[in-house]
């Protein structure tokens, strides 16, 4: 008996789930671009399924009207992830740094964020559920880092505090 629940248990939390896989069919009516426009700013930042089948955020950003960032939305139903602890998620940067951002309501005003740097090649990068830190309008919070337990929307950000061209093209995000 104590086999078979350590062996369910096992299952259970090796079974990784996919939050998004891009092919040339993929609906991407629940990605959204948010720019620094909000703010008045005129960075421009899109988002497309490219020519090879890959989620492709793409843009300028723009320092002009205190401005300064761009940002790509995915919101979905609510995701109980409490049995994983990582996101993988297989992309082809620019070789600049971005950031990973996780909700847990999209009613929150902040958003749980690590950065990560690209190499300009295809690559898998990995991010522990314990390294994304509660920020709000880039101050950084005095609240736990994010508990795993639910999701409802990821983000991409870019953000360097310089004028940019930027380029990031994204395979896959699953969950293990």
Not at 94 to 105: A, H, I, L
């Amino acid at each position: 008996m104590k086999f078979i629940i350590l062996f369910s248990f096992y299952l259970i939390t090796q079974t990784p789930m996919t939050l998004f896989d891009f092919n040339s069919k993929s609906d991407i009516s629940n990605w959204r671009t948010v720019d620094d426009v909000v703010m008045g700013g005129r960075s421009n930042g899109n988002f497309k399924i490219n020519d090879a089948g890959y989620g492709l955020f793409y843009g300028e950003v723009s320092l002009e009207n205190n401005g300064g960032f761009s940002m790509v939305q995915y919101h979905f139903e609510t995701k109980k992830v409490n049995t994983f602890s990582k996101v993988c998620i297989r992309l082809k940067g620019d070789g600049k740094s971005y950031q990973f951002r996780v909700k847990t309501n999209t009613s929150d005003n902040h958003s749980y964020v690590t950065p990560f740097n690209t190499s300009g090649d295809w690559e898998t990068i990995e991010i522990p559920f314990k390294t994304l830190s509660p920020a709000f309008r880039g101050r950084k919070l005095n609240i736990p880092n994010y508990d795993g337990s639910q999701m409802e929307m990821l983000a991409f950000l870019i953000g360097n505090k310089k004028a940019e061209s930027f380029s990031l093209e994204i395979d896959s995000i699953i969950l293990k």
